[in-house]
């Protein structure tokens, strides 16, 4: 061939270089989901048996969780690295415009886009059913534990003594009502569902019943997305139990909430849904204003009150995410999310959210029922923040995303 004539390529030059990862992909899938659900648990496990554990500890365990998740989540697509460069340097300007080296909005940032991505990577459904089924019956053979044989379990798993070592409770706030369980672990009224089960809410591996509540609606979410899942009764079965457990009232009410976002609430235009978090933060506003009341009861409408009064005790530097001063929000997720995020990073999390196109039509749905469960916990609770169970709505995502389309 003549020197100066260029030489065709051969066709395996031409194809890219196989990912050393990917035979990998679903076992760190279902290692990182499983770490991600019990560390906490773990952890407590460790700090009850004489293991001293810290705030460090817990935010080491957070860090590897997503650090590993990280490594397997991006590849050579420039989008999605684009996309966490432009949100962690958007929450470190924060961070540093506060003046206060609390990193948690970057955390809240790092979160969805590599377990999102994670899923995508990895878009099997039947591989992410079984580990969504696997998570479940984790929850559930542990919260049977806890109820069953509660003598045995409080030796091993201390949960108040594990959240005052990590610094999330001070011991003033021990309550000889609750014992060794979390604040929230025993129903000071009234049990909601079955009231023949007695007063004590069960946590599970998530330690404290809110997360076991709001995970239980996750699972009911998957289980009706997935119409041709094998064990989908089962799936179903585990939801049900978590919630009835873990008295999860809310979590109850958002599982019909998801229902109607999957059945008929997909065929909205996405303005709407762009528009729904932000409609209900206006209102939450403006009964915060309005309202003459400055007492609350742990009930559905006092919940209500409550929140509306942490968005409006939010000064103007708190509602751009630049406030110094650390206030608990921990009941109010919106309130914590301006907080964190400011006005601008919720209004380009969320449109990156509801915005994105998917390569499965069908994942719409999906995304839908975790738009409704997201705006309506936020009301109450900044808990879709926690990895314990963000973790697994944020793969969910990405795995329905990236899917190819059933028959």
Known sequence: MTAGMPQAASPAAALPAADWRAPYQGRVALVVLTG?????????????AGFPVSGGTVMGAEVAIIALTLGFALDERPGPWLVLAGLVTYGLLLVTLRGNP??????????????????MRAPDLRSADRAVLASGVIVVVMGLFEYGLFDIYQQYFNIVRYYVARGSMSAAEIS????????????????????????????????????????????????LYRRTMRGRAWLFLCAAVTIILADARFGAY?????????????????????????????ALTVYGFESLQTSWQNDMAGRLLWAALLVTSLPPEGVWGIMPDKMFLSDSGYAYTLSQLGVAGALVAWGLFVLMPARNPDGWRLRCAMAIYLCLLLVISDSPYSIKTAALVWFMLGVADGAEPEA
Do not use: Q
């Open 36 to 48: 991600a659900l019990v560390f906490n648990a773990v952890l407590c496990f460790l700090n009850t």
């Open 102 to 119: 609390d990193v948690k909005g970057v955390r809240d940032f790092l979160i969805p886009v590599v377990f999102y991505n994670l899923g």
């Open 176 to 223: 000889e009502l609750t014992g060794s369980l979390f604040t929230s672990g025993i129903r000071p009224d009234s049990r909601t569902i079955l009231p023949f089960l007695g007063p004590h809410r069960v946590s599970s591996v998530f330690l404290e019943p809110v997360s076991a509540g709001n995970f239980g609606a996750v699972l009911f979410a998957w289980a």
């Open 254 to 282: 958002v599982c019909v909430a998801i229902a109607g976002a999957m059945l008929v609430g997909y065929r909205l235009p996405r303005l709407l849904w762009f528009a729904l978090p932000f409609t209900i933060l206006l």
